[in-house]
């Protein structure tokens, strides 16, 4: 089991550029998220989805979308890069069991120049 | 709505003294509280939770927290500090939505 995987670990990005992070999961897990990771700040929901199909904004939505390509894949997209969206983006996972526990990717660091 | 407040951004101990990371949540339903830890440019791992059930929970590498209604606390504690435990904590809980909310995060350090 790979667990939850993210692609690419680093990009660095100019200003109005675009890019779409991957994220992938192998445990049939039901719900994904993204988060920001910022100093200071803790991490923070920019969007989820509680089951393919659907998706849901989050605390911090401005300026990104999300796709719920199938029940392991849910990406990520920038369509114009802002400096301020210069951070660390995790990508999480989790199943239906009692145990509520989320499971973490390794993180994409996102620079914008 | 929820919220989790770490108090304290750094804490710093010696090896083999106590570690106390404190954490208060407000939520206006039983709340489902995590703690996780990050090493340096790595994702996050589970510490422990608390569901329902024993209000003290046990997690890995020898870190244990408490659930107190009453003070509406969570805070983490390992006996005694290992260098291997230097990292950044934060604390978790669970939204309506499922998602977690996350705590500002505290930085543990520990010297010899």
């Known amino acids: 089991n790979a667990g939850v995987t993210q692609t690419p670990k680093f990009q660095v990005l100019k200003t109005g550029q675009s890019m779409t992070l991957q994220c992938a999961q192998d445990?049939?897990?039901?719900?994904m998220y993204w988060y920001r990771q910022d100093p200071g700040m803790g991490l923070r929901l920019i969007y989820y989805?509680?089951?393919?199909?659907?998706?849901d904004k989050g605390e911090v939505p401005n300026g990104y979308n999300v796709s719920r390509l199938n029940k392991r894949e849910f990406s990520l997209r920038l369509e114009s890069a802002a400096p301020s969206q210069t951070s660390v983006y995790f990508c999480a996972s989790r199943g239906l069991i009692v145990s509520y526990e989320q499971y973490f990717g390794p993180g994409t660091r996102l620079t914008v120049t | 709505a929820q919220s989790v407040t770490q108090l304290g951004s750094h804490v710093s101990v010696s090896e083999g003294a106590l570690v106390l990371l404190r954490c208060n949540y407000s939520s206006s339903v039983p709340p489902y509280l995590f703690w996780y830890v990050q090493y340096p440019n790595q994702g996050l791992q589970l510490l422990l939770k608390y569901t329902t059930g024993a209000t003290l929970v046990k997690g890995i590498n020898g870190f244990e927290a408490e659930f107190k209604k009453s003070e509406t606390s969570f805070h983490l504690t390992k006996p005694s500090a290992h260098m291997s435990d230097a990292a950044e904590y934060f604390c978790?809980?669970?939204?309506?939505?499922?998602?977690?909310?996350f705590g500002k995060g505290t930085t543990l350090s520990v010297s010899s």
């Open positions: 978790a809980v669970m939204s309506a939505g499922t998602a977690l909310i």
């Open positions: 445990m049939n897990h039901n719900s």
């Open positions: 989805s509680a089951s393919e199909g659907t998706t």
